[in-house]
């Protein structure tokens, strides 16, 4: 992702002040939280939702989406309304 989009990317300065104080229901995934909030982000894009539950998100006024949504938004948003909606019915079944 680095390499796709280096202005994304949070000093581990920043989240490292944060991660210690996150509760999450894999402390492994605690790091990428504390990145989200230190890069000021209202959405994760992770796989693992389940990990992310909306309880902890929502008083932070995030969200969390799987990749797979957040490309049928953005193709969507991009004025393509029949790929997206092609896509939105074709991907689960990959």
Not at 67 to 80: K, T
Request: hydrophobic share 50%.
């Amino acid at each position: 992702m680095l390499k796709i989009c280096p202005a994304w990317e949070v000093s581990k300065k920043a989240w490292k002040l944060i991660e210690p104080c996150l509760e999450l229901p894999d402390p492994k995934d605690r790091y990428v939280l504390a990145a989200a909030i230190a890069g000021h982000v209202d959405s994760i894009v992770i796989q693992n939702l389940k990990d992310f539950p909306i309880s902890i998100l929502k008083p932070l006024e995030m969200t969390a989406i799987h990749p797979d949504e957040f490309f049928v938004q953005a193709i969507e948003r991009n004025g393509l309304i029949q790929t997206a909606a092609f896509l939105d019915q074709t991907l689960p079944l990959i």
